[in-house]
């Protein structure tokens, strides 16, 4: 699996089930999106489980624009199916703070 090159951040917020992601670099810098179900299709012939996920876009900034609508949402994808299995995989260093600095 390649590097991802985008960066993101996770939004913790408690009217959401489930976190919202924003990209914050790359070309789709300030996309904000949420996963909705995530799940696994049946292995393939090499052994591989390839992964499937829905998503709902929540923020775009207004200035961007599209040349080819089909492409750019595949690269979209694409960036957001990398970004699933970076948080995936280093989800034991992923911690939400409550916002409680109380040590004892």
Do not use: C, W
Not at 73 to 89: A, R, S
């Amino acid at each position: 699996m390649e590097l991802m090159t985008n960066k993101y951040e996770l939004i913790f917020d408690n009217s959401e089930d489930t976190a919202l992601v924003r990209i914050t670099e790359g070309k789709f810098a300030n996309f904000v999106y949420q996963y909705q179900e995530v799940g696994v299709n049946d292995e393939e012939d090499d052994g591989s489980l390839p992964v499937k996920f829905s998503y709902a876009l929540k923020e775009a900034p207004e200035s961007y624009s599209y040349e080819d609508e089909e492409t750019e949402k595949k690269e979209f994808e694409t960036i957001i199916g990398d970004i699933l299995y970076d948080i995936v995989v280093n989800s034991n260093k992923v911690k939400e703070t409550s916002g409680n600095n109380d040590t004892k």
